[in-house]
């Protein structure tokens, strides 16, 4: 089986959503696919074939004051307005198509970190509700989101624990795999500033989760390791931007040249990812 593997990282996913919308103009439809974070919110657009709808939000509503500023932190804990991005947004200003969505041929896991354990969970997001709390979740990076309280217990974005969940991925069966990144090849985590921030503010409260914050960067190049030796053995194909792009970008211009990086990179594989299907392989 082929399976698709969506990593996050906020508004660099709008090369993820380029190459989302190059599959569904050409109706390449995955049977399973995995996401983190952003990664996941953007396969939904593509799971309910709205061509174009997850880039056109990004470009209408995310310099709004609704969508992200201080006073929504002051709020409700959240830089981000959680109930306006996942509740306002796809039931009123720009409606999702939930029936289209849950008619999909094929599963949606979404991976989010419980912030206990300090390990990834995969939920399944084939009846979410018009809350989408399985998508608050996986986006709830610790200081910026609240932690989602789901199956009685906490939790945050996925990528703490996984980022690039092609192992989950292969263990669920998929022999073959595109991955869509959104950083660009040769890229190599290292310690940051921000994990180390995020790690002391909830250490008190969530030590283990504090610890793999910390232990992020060696979890995310490890993941790469494997991924490149996928790709080596002509089991996974991947779909790197050309450039580095900004989690948090103002700039409309540079997030559809990210867009249109996604779409490019696409068509330029598309050959290699119909392969992906093939029996004999």
């Known amino acids: 089986m082929a399976g698709l593997v969506l990593e996050g990282g906020s508004f660099r996913t709008a090369f993820t959503l380029g190459a989302l919308d190059a599959l569904l103009k050409n109706e390449i439809y995955f049977p399973y696919i995995i996401g983190v974070s952003a990664g996941a919110c953007a396969a939904t657009s593509y799971m309910s074939r709205q061509y174009y709808r997850g880039i056109d939000i990004f470009l209408k509503y995310r310099n709004t004051k609704e969508y992200q500023s201080i006073k929504n932190y002051l709020k409700d ?16 200003l720009y409606p999702f198509d939930y029936d289209a969505f849950k008619k999909y041929p094929g599963t949606l896991k979404v991976v989010v970190t419980d912030a206990y354990s300090g390990k990834a969970e995969y939920l399944e997001a084939r009846n979410f509700d018009y809350h989408n709390e399985e998508f608050i979740a ?44 959104t950083r660009p090849k040769g890229f190599i ?31 995310y190049n490890k993941e790469l390791d494997l991924l490149y030796e996928k790709i080596a053995a002509n089991e996974a194909i991947a779909l790197f931007p050309n450039k580095a792009y900004n989690d948090i970008e103002p700039d409309d211009d540079k997030l559809l040249e990210a867009y249109h990086d ?6 330029k594989h598309l050959e290699e990812i119909r392969g992906l299907f093939r029996k004999d392989l």
């Open 262 to 267: 996604g779409f490019e990179e696409a068509i």
């Open 77 to 92: 804990g959240s830089l981000f307005g959680i109930r306006y991005i996942y509740e306002e947004i796809p039931n009123k």
């Open 189 to 219: 985590r290292k310690p940051d500033t921000k994990s180390k921030t995020m790690a002391r503010l909830i250490k008190r409260k969530y030590p283990v989760l504090s610890k793999a914050m910390e232990n992020r960067h060696l979890m």
């Open 138 to 181: 996986t986006c709830s990076l610790p200081g910026i989101f609240p932690g989602v309280h789901l199956n009685k217990t906490v939790y945050f974005d996925g990528g703490i624990a996984d980022s690039i969940p092609l192992a989950k991925a292969i263990a669920d069966g998929n022999t073959k795999n595109l991955v869509i990144l």
